[in-house]
């Protein structure tokens, strides 16, 4: 036990902890706009009625608290490495690239909790009365969801460049605009293609 260094194994475990439940986050926010959505489209208003009051509270609930559980552990692991640990100021460049990626995560984070959260209960209590939503609610929710599902990839390459590259390419740099172009870029469309092709995947297996 003498060897084990406890502060470090906090350390590994607030990261462990973050990687989970943005796995989870993220697997959810992939579903819901590359499978839930097309499905839906296709449903006829009794398979909904049935379906929907079963399926989406599940879904949402560890769609939320992964979205909270990610956004906590990751403001800990920061406040830990990076503020306590010191290397905001011995490691800029790093800490900028990840301070980025916290910025589109706190956007997406919001987004859950305050804006398509908040929708979806009252698509799903919509559904369960026979009285619709709001026409407007169903396209806010759809809008903010797409909104995370388009953050989602600069954001995760921002996090992990940030660690592996990013210590040498200074954020205010020609190098830095062109990977921030790239990354927007390539994600931009990589989301786009898959959003457009996921109501077509066949069925067949």
Same mark, same amino acid.
């Given at each position: ?37 097309p ?6 208003a009794?398979?909904?009625k ?14 939320r608290? !992964?979205?909270? #559980?990610? +956004? =906590?552990s ?5 406040? $830990? %490495?990076f503020?306590? *640990?010191?290397?905001? &100021?011995?490691a800029p ?33 919509g ?5 619709p939503?709001?026409?407007s ?8 969801s ?6 989602s ?9 940030g660690?592996?590259? !990013?210590?040498? #390419?200074? +954020? =205010?740099?020609?190098?830095g605009?062109?990977? $921030? %172009?790239?990354a927007? *870029?390539?994600?931009? &469309? ?16």
């Open positions: 036990m003498e060897n084990l260094d406890f502060n470090a194994l906090g350390l590994y475990s607030v990261r462990w902890i973050h990687y989970v439940a943005g796995v989870c986050w993220i697997g959810l926010l992939y579903f819901l706009n590359l499978v839930n959505v499905v839906q489209g296709k449903l006829d009794g398979v909904k049935v379906l929907t009051p079963e399926l989406m509270p599940r879904v949402l609930f560890w769609f608290w !992964g979205a909270m #559980v990610t +956004f =906590l990751g403001l800990t692991y920061y406040a $830990l %490495l503020e306590m *640990g010191g290397l905001r &100021a011995s460049n790093w800490s900028t690239w990840i301070l980025l990626g916290m910025l589109l995560g706190t956007i997406m984070w919001f987004n859950v909790w305050f804006v398509i959260w908040p929708a979806q209960r009252k698509i799903i209590n559904v369960k009365s026979g009285t939503a709001d026409a609610i169903p396209k806010k929710a759809l809008l903010f797409r909104i995370n599902t388009f953050l990839v600069p954001m995760l390459f921002f996090m992990g460049f660690r592996h590259a !990013g210590g040498n #390419v200074p +954020f =205010l740099s020609l190098d605009i062109v990977v $921030l %172009l790239l927007g *870029g390539i994600g931009s &469309a990589v989301v786009w293609f898959s959003i457009k092709q996921s109501g077509s995947i066949s069925t067949e297996v």
